[in-house]
């Protein structure tokens, strides 16, 4: 059983496009995350949710938003898709905010062309 | 807020030596810190973490270090296998709420 999984893995798009990308957690977990890791492997924090309620947006621009439709649930929808967001999108999940192990899905690639 | 830096991009060691990755931390609020590691095409697992309240702790094959004088965090990794191969990233939290991860370390094993 996948603690998290997201889909798709793959998405390649044109610039202009709106995609979206799913995630579901099956731990019980309170908090979700969605963090977007660049070609130089950095790691930033983009959106947390705790118990469907937004607790973080990192100054992220408004082409993105996240939806939680319950607490296993953060899908991000991204609207007129640049080159720029071309990355590896991970979601993630924890017992409570901050704290204890965060568990990653396995990432969705994202390409813009 | 919170930047995390690591010393060393890539390091290349060979198979059976000891590891050792270093990340620095800027704030000194800081009171919870994690080891990840991601293979390549996987998401980022869990290795080991410490808090603020311990300098030092191990586990299988790992032992994570913490000076809180110098805002400074190691990863040792023991007798070093292939299969160690991966990025590896510290990740620190201060308000509870935010994990803010280091830039990665390519741990590279040649046998």
């Known amino acids: 059983d996948t603690a998290v999984s997201q889909t798709p893995k793959y998405l390649v798009t044109q610039m202009g496009n709106d995609k979206s990308i799913k995630c579901e957690q099956n731990?019980?977990?309170?908090?979700m995350y969605w963090y977007k890791q660049d070609s130089k492997k950095f790691l930033k924090i983009m959106f947390s949710?705790?118990?469907?309620?937004?607790?973080i947006n990192e100054t992220v621009p408004n082409r993105f938003s996240p939806k939680s439709p319950d607490k296993a649930h953060l899908n991000l929808h991204i609207n007129s898709l640049e080159l720029g967001d071309s990355a590896v999108y991970f979601c993630?999940?924890?017992?409570?905010?901050?704290?204890?192990?965060?568990?990653f899905g396995e990432g969705s690639r994202l390409t813009v062309l | 807020g919170e930047s995390v830096g690591l010393h060393l991009p890539t390091l290349s060691v060979q198979e059976g030596d000891n590891s050792i990755i270093n990340c620095a931390y800027s704030?000194?609020?800081?009171?919870?810190f994690i080891w990840y590691k991601q293979e390549s095409g996987k998401g980022p697992q869990f290795i080991i973490d410490?808090?603020?309240?311990?300098d030092k702790r191990q586990g299988q094959r790992v032992t994570v270090l913490l000076n809180k004088t110098v805002k400074h965090l190691s990863l040792q990794i023991a007798a070093t296998q292939p299969g160690d191969s991966a990025v590896y990233f510290c990740?620190?939290?201060?308000?509870?709420?935010?994990?803010?991860f280091g830039t990665g370390t390519s741990l590279t094993v040649i046998p």
């Open positions: 993630a999940s924890s017992l409570t905010p901050g704290v204890g192990e965060l568990f």
């Open positions: 731990l019980g977990h309170d908090t």
């Open positions: 949710y705790n118990n469907k309620e937004l607790i």
């Open positions: 704030n000194s609020a800081s009171d919870y």
């Open positions: 410490i808090r603020s309240n311990m």
């Open positions: 990740a620190v939290t201060f308000t509870g709420n935010q994990f803010y």
